[in-house]
């Protein structure tokens, strides 16, 4: 992989109002179609401006940092995450913002993942991309483009408006970690049922200051670690014991993020409480999250919830899957003892649950 820098030609102002840096890293918005090959390939982003002629009237300065080759974001790994977190940490004391361009299909989970190894953000990490390529005329990208470049350049009295990692997309500016993608087809691709926007974009763009983080007072810490010894386990009705073994009796497991019914509930059945009993007695965590996109898990309403919370399985309040697999890998990363990572999985860490 392979990291190529690109200073795009802007108003290129003697004093410009902010310097934001973007973070290619693939996905629709960065294609156009090969009238050759009659597929999409990701373009060469030092074009920006003959796709995006309005980023010249900018008193930004703005670079593109092009990740090569380009990312579907049905590939990014746990490497990837890491890499951008310190391509961030390189890059954080020489702009006021960031713009990461990502395929959306997996952008909230790389949202989460980067709330976590960004700790004490005080600048804006902003990510966005399209449902519909840069190069076609109705595409989406272009206005998502360009205010996601406003939103990372918003300050007032000296500080970034929004220090936080966001997923700017159509019209809603929402908290990275409390997002989901909902839509394959249409423009408005992301949701964030359980948390209210951040802000949303209209004639003006109208900030909802009061459910933004409040600024750190420490310094940004950039974590580079992050454990994918991790599953999914979604459970249905008919779920089979051999499929519940399978995942919980994985080799290395340390961390599973359980998918339950409304409020946290799961089947009863005997051999289903004894493979969760074995696996947290192996010290596996195991994180409930609701198959809800709205409410919460409360452990303990019902009676099918209620052995869960005895046995010591983690209720996970409202958070999303995203962010909860996100949340695990970056906890499980840390090298705690068993209790710290435990206590880790319940507090609300970036924003990510209401308790
Ligand atoms: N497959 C693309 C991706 O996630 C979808 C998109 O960006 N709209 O990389």
Request: with cysteine; hydrophobic share 40%; glycine share 6%.
């Amino acid at each position: 992989m392979e990291v190529v820098k690109v200073d795009i030609e802007t108003a290129a102002p003697l004093h410009p109002e902010a310097s934001i840096l973007i973070i290619y890293t693939g996905g629709t918005v960065g294609m156009v179609f090969d009238e050759k090959e009659k597929h999409l390939v990701p373009f060469n982003f030092s074009q920006i401006l003959d796709h995006v002629p309005e980023l010249r009237q900018f008193n930004y300065l703005v670079t593109v940092l092009n990740i090569e080759p380009a990312i579907d974001s049905s590939n990014v790994s746990v490497q990837d995450w890491l890499m951008l977190a310190s391509l961030i940490e390189e890059n954080y004391s020489k702009y006021d913002g960031f713009v990461v361009l990502h395929g959306t299909d997996t952008m909230a989970y790389s949202a989460s993942a980067m709330s976590y190894l960004l700790e004490n953000l005080q600048k804006p990490v902003i990510f966005t991309g399209a449902q519909v390529p840069i190069g076609r005329i109705r595409t989406d990208a272009r206005e998502n483009l360009i205010t996601a470049l406003q939103i990372a350049a918003t300050r007032q009295d000296g500080k970034s408006v929004v220090p936080e990692v966001c997923i700017y997309f159509r019209n809603l500016l929402l908290r990275g970690n409390r997002s989901k993608k909902v839509e394959s087809s249409h423009f408005d691709a992301f949701k964030s049922d359980n948390y209210p926007p951040l802000a949303e974009t209209g004639i003006d763009i109208e900030y909802s200051h009061e459910n933004i983080l409040p600024h750190p007072e420490q310094a940004l810490i950039v974590h580079n670690r992050m454990s994918d010894k991790v599953a999914i386990l979604k459970l249905f009705p008919g779920i089979t014991k051999q499929v519940v073994q399978s995942i919980l009796q994985a080799p290395d497991l340390r961390g599973v993020v359980m998918e339950t019914f409304g409020s946290g509930n799961a089947p009863s059945t005997p051999w289903f409480l004894e493979l969760l009993q074995d696996a947290l007695q192996r010290g596996v965590h195991i994180l409930n999250v609701s198959q809800c996109d709205e409410g919460r898990v409360i452990q303990g309403q019902y009676e099918t919830s209620k052995y869960l919370l005895n046995m010591g399985v983690v209720g996970g309040a409202d958070i999303t899957t995203e962010a909860a697999i996100a949340k695990l890998m970056f906890v499980l990363g840390q090298g705690l003892d068993h209790e710290q990572t435990r206590m880790l999985l319940c507090q609300n860490l970036r924003g990510e649950i209401s308790l």
